[in-house]
């Protein structure tokens, strides 16, 4: 029976610098396939993801499914981090301020800003940003 080892924990800031790949590729990754992004293209953007973040800590050689993974639950983490605030927020609005920065640029990245305002209409940007994650779910299960 062999036994896997498991890889250490994601520091901060790999999770800020994976956030901030993100940020800088988000065209690709998210762009649909229709628009003139193919899914060779969204390959090569987690490639060049996964070697960046490889380059600047070379201690924990992550793979792309880790750096996947984890982005997914970067922005898991946020929406609740964004639903606890708004339950704690009461009637008060939210600023980005209250928020981590790694949550801070996933915000940024999967355009959630929209889910910082406290009316009652956001049900529709959780089923944009469900639906978002289902994409990139779909992405890696098809590739």
Not at 79 to 100: H, N, P, V, Y
Request: glycine letters at 4%.
């Amino acid at each position: 029976m062999s036994t896997r080892k498991r890889r250490p924990n994601w520091t901060d800031q790999e999770c800020l610098l994976l956030a901030q790949l993100m940020q800088e590729r988000k065209g690709v990754i998210r762009g649909k396939c229709s628009t003139g992004v193919s899914i060779q293209d969204k390959r090569q953007a987690w490639e060049e993801i996964t070697q960046a973040i490889n380059a600047a800590f070379p201690q924990i050689q992550r793979t792309v499914s880790d750096c996947n993974k984890k982005w997914e639950n970067l922005l898991a983490k946020s929406r609740e981090e964004i639903k606890r605030q708004k339950r704690q927020a009461g009637t008060e609005g939210l600023s980005l301020d209250q928020f981590s920065t790694v949550t801070q640029v996933v915000i940024s990245v999967m355009n959630l800003s929209d889910m910082l305002q406290q009316d009652g209409e956001n049900s529709s940007v959780s089923e944009l940003v469900e639906t978002h994650q289902n994409r990139y779910i779909f992405f890696f299960l098809c590739a």
